[in-house]
């Protein structure tokens, strides 16, 4: 049973560029959440995707958005980056409504913005 | 705002006592609480969870007491292990406003070391 992947793992960019991050949830998971983690903190709610819909939204730019295939895989875009957009980005798969809490975590995609 | 808040950046226990992570939160609408332990190179992983209406639960070596007056939770490991070296992260969601889509808010971690 796969668990949530992630890809890539590693990523560097230059500030003004665009990222493009993927996510595939565990399998039997319909909800992707995206967070973000810098140095030191806690993972942020960006937001979060259900039924090919952004549910609910943390407080982030516009700059970031994101989509959610019909087999339920997503992708987070930052565009416009900033040096402070460097960081971890996790994504997280959960069965809604069953257990939305339950969230299972992929391994993230380390961005560096340089 | 810090909606929850995990005060002990760090914490170092001997094998075989006990460790107690502690964190607070202060959101009342906050209604059900989770503990995430994260390894350098992967992402956290669940551990235990606790909803509102409850002010304890246990899973083998591990339970979270929640004290809903205080707005405070707490874990706790007994025994400790070395392999329980970790960031821990505290969490809480709200199902308030009838949307249970499980948006998380958590805390900043605390590195847990467990000395042989």
């Known amino acids: 049973d796969a668990g949530v992947t992630q890809s890539p793992t590693h990523l560097i960019k230059t500030r003004g560029q665009q990222v493009t991050l993927r996510c595939s949830p565990k399998?039997?998971?319909?909800?992707v959440s995206w967070y973000q983690q810098a140095l030191g903190q806690g993972p942020q709610f960006i937001f979060q995707?259900?039924?090919?819909?952004?549910?609910q939204r943390g407080n982030f730019p516009d700059r970031f958005s994101g989509h959610q295939f019909p087999n339920y895989s997503s992708e987070l875009n930052v565009n416009a980056l900033l040096l402070g957009d460097s960081a971890l980005y996790l994504c997280?798969?959960?069965?809604?409504?069953?257990?939305?809490?339950?969230?299972?975590f992929g391994p993230g995609t380390r961005l560096t913005v340089t | 705002d810090q909606q929850v808040k995990q005060n002990s950046p760090s914490l170092s226990v001997q094998e075989g006592r006990i460790s107690i992570l502690n964190c607070d939160y202060t959101?009342?609408?906050?209604?059900?609480f989770l503990w995430y332990k994260k390894y350098p190179a992967e992402g956290p992983t669940f551990l235990i969870s606790?909803?509102?209406?409850?002010d304890k639960n246990e899973d083998g070596r591990f339970t979270v007491f929640l004290n809903k007056s205080a707005k405070h939770l707490s874990l706790h490991i007994v025994p400790s292990q070395p392999g329980d070296s970790a960031v821990y992260f505290c969490?809480?969601?709200?199902?308030?406003?009838?949307?249970?889509?499980?948006?998380?808010?958590f805390g900043q971690g605390t590195i847990l070391t467990v000395h042989p």
């Open positions: 959101n009342s609408m906050f209604d059900y």
């Open positions: 969490a809480a969601s709200s199902a308030a406003g009838g949307t249970s889509y499980g948006k998380l808010t």
């Open positions: 399998s039997g998971h319909d909800t």
């Open positions: 606790i909803s509102s209406i409850k």
């Open positions: 995707y259900y039924e090919e819909e952004e549910r």
């Open positions: 997280a798969s959960s069965l809604v409504p069953v257990y939305p809490y339950e969230q299972y």
